[in-house]
């Protein structure tokens, strides 16, 4: 079974602009979560969509939004790009995102804010 | 909000066993144990679950004390390619579904031959 695929690996941005990224979640799984990490701030939950719906988010400015499509995949939005968004973005997926569901993560998209 | 108290670092030699212990103390009766290993530039890789008692798979162990209080996860024989960080999640069961995952700062294994 394919794992979770996010896409682009990297991509750099000047402040201001806006930046999308994309997840393919395992097949079947109908939860997909947000995570950002950074060194100082290890990783930090952005938002969790189950069913096209934003069901949980975290403490993050409305600059960063994310939706769901009906297969499931998942994108991630940051606009008015800063510095300080410089960070690894990982989306992780899980069978129904309750507690007892182990969360599966893709390898990131590397994000470097210019 | 059940927060998790790790070791930041730990040394281990190849073949031995390693104990990482957490301390969660304000679990919650709906929360699950788990661990992560990652690896510099690639996502979080899920090792094991538990929710009370012994968990083992092929890879470790995790053992959950009767108060669930603590979870110490057990990695038999490392090897070099142990070395990793690795986070104890305790998850949080939202109304209405869903988690909000809180990762805490992880512990550093090295492993040395």
């Known amino acids: 079974k394919a794992g979770v695929t996010q896409t682009p690996r990297y991509l750099i941005k000047t402040r201001g602009q806006q930046v999308t990224l994309s997840c393919s979640p395992i097949?079947?799984?109908?939860?997909v979560s947000w995570y950002q990490q950074t060194p100082g701030q290890g990783l930090q939950f952005l938002f969790e969509?189950?069913?096209?719906?934003?069901?949980n988010k975290g403490n993050f400015p409305g600059r960063f939004s994310g939706r769901q499509f009906s297969n499931s995949r998942s994108e991630m939005n940051v606009s008015t790009l800063e510095l300080g968004d410089s960070a690894l973005y990982l989306c992780?997926?899980?069978?129904?995102?309750?507690?007892?569901?182990?969360?599966?993560f893709g390898n990131g998209t590397r994000l470097t804010v210019t | 909000l059940a927060k998790t108290t790790q070791p930041i670092s730990m040394d281990s030699y190849e073949g031995q066993e390693v104990n990482i212990t957490c301390s969660h103390n304000?679990?919650?009766?709906?929360?699950?144990i788990t661990w992560y290993q990652q690896f510099p530039s690639q996502g979080p890789r899920f090792i094991i679950q538990?929710?009370?008692t012994k968990v083992t798979n092929e890879v470790a162990s995790l053992f959950i004390p009767a108060d669930r209080k603590s979870s110490t996860l057990s990695l038999p024989r490392v090897s070099l390619s142990d070395t990793a960080v690795y986070y104890c999640?305790?998850?949080?069961?939202?109304?209405?579904?869903?988690?909000?995952?809180?990762f805490g700062t992880g512990t550093q294994l090295k492993v040395e031959l």
């Open positions: 992780a997926s899980s069978l129904e995102g309750g507690a007892g569901s182990p969360l599966h």
């Open positions: 097949s079947g799984h109908r939860s």
């Open positions: 969509y189950f069913s096209e719906t934003q069901r």
């Open positions: 304000n679990i919650a009766t709906n929360d699950y």
């Open positions: 538990g929710y009370k």
């Open positions: 999640l305790v998850g949080l069961m939202l109304t209405g579904g869903g988690n909000k995952l809180t």
